[in-house]
C-alpha cells in the first residue's frame, strides 16, 4: 500500500521542499530541521510527479493526495495533532489555530490520543457564543409577538375611524336633508302669505 509519509520523507531527504496542494508545505532548513508552512499551498506539480513515477495516473493522485489531507486534518481536529510516521508529528496550537511541526519522538513520549479539549478562552468563547444565540432568539420572538401585537392595534383604530367617519356622514346628509325640507317649507308658507296679500281684481283694497 502507498505511504504517502515515507515518499515525502525520502524526498525531503534531498531536497528542500515539498508541497502538499490545497492544504501546506514541508520545507527543510540548512540545519536540517524540518518545519510546516500553511503558505505554501499552490501546487507545483512535484507531488504529481512523484506519485506518477509509482504508477499513478491523474484520478489516482488526485484521490491519494485528498484521502491524505482528509485523514491529517481529522486527526488534527479529533486529537490536536498527528503523527506522520518518520517525518515527525504534526500539531494544531489552541492558542495560534496554527499547525506547528515537530521532529520523531519516542512512542512513549507521544502525548496519550484523547479528543481535543479546548483552552478556557474556547470554551468561555463558545459558551458566550451560545448565550449570544439564545439572546437574539428570544430578541426576535420578542419582537416578533410586539409586531403581531402592533399589526393588531391600527385595524382596530382603523375601523373606529372608519364607524366615526360613517356616523358623521350620515348626520350631515341628514342635517342638509333637514335644512332643504326646512327651507322648502318656509318658501312654500312665504308665498301663500304674499298671495294673500295680492289684490285681485275687482277687489276692494280694504275688503
Known amino acids: 500500500m502507498l505511504n504517502l509519509n515515507e515518499i515525502i520523507a525520502e524526498y525531503l531527504a534531498s531536497h528542500r521542499r515539498l508541497v502538499i496542494p490545497e492544504f501546506g508545505a514541508f520545507v527543510k532548513k540548512e540545519s ?61 496550537e489552541p492558542a495560534t489555530k496554527t499547525l506547528r511541526f ?26 458566550d457564543e451560545s448565550k449570544r444565540q439564545d439572546e437574539s432568539r428570544n430578541s426576535n420572538a420578542t419582537k416578533t409577538s410586539t409586531a403581531h401585537k402592533l399589526s393588531k392595534r391600527p385595524r382596530k383604530r382603523f375601523d373606529m375611524v ?18 332643504w325640507y326646512v327651507s322648502n317649507i318656509a318658501t312654500a308658507d312665504d308665498d301663500a302669505a304674499i298671495e294673500e296679500l295680492r289684490v285681485k281684481p275687482g277687489q276692494n283694497v280694504n275688503e
Open 162 to 179: 372608519m364607524v366615526v367617519a360613517v356616523v358623521i356622514l350620515v348626520a350631515a346628509l341628514a342635517a342638509i336633508a333637514y335644512g
Open 102 to 127: 515537530y521532529p520523531p519522538v519516542e512512542q512513549s513520549e507521544l502525548p496519550q490520543q484523547m479528543h481535543y479539549v479546548p483552552q478556557p478562552d474556547e470554551r468561555r468563547e463558545t459558551k
Open 32 to 92: 536540517g530541521e524540518l518545519l510546516f508552512s500553511e503558505l505554501l499551498r499552490t501546487d507545483d506539480g512535484v507531488l504529481t510527479a512523484l506519485l506518477t513515477s509509482r504508477g499513478l495516473n491523474d484520478m489516482e493522485v488526485a484521490v491519494v493526495v485528498d484521502r491524505y489531507i482528509f485523514e491529517v486534518r481529522h486527526e488534527l481536529e479529533q486529537y490536536g495533532y498527528c503523527r506522520l510516521g518518520a517525518l515527525g508529528t504534526l500539531r494544531l
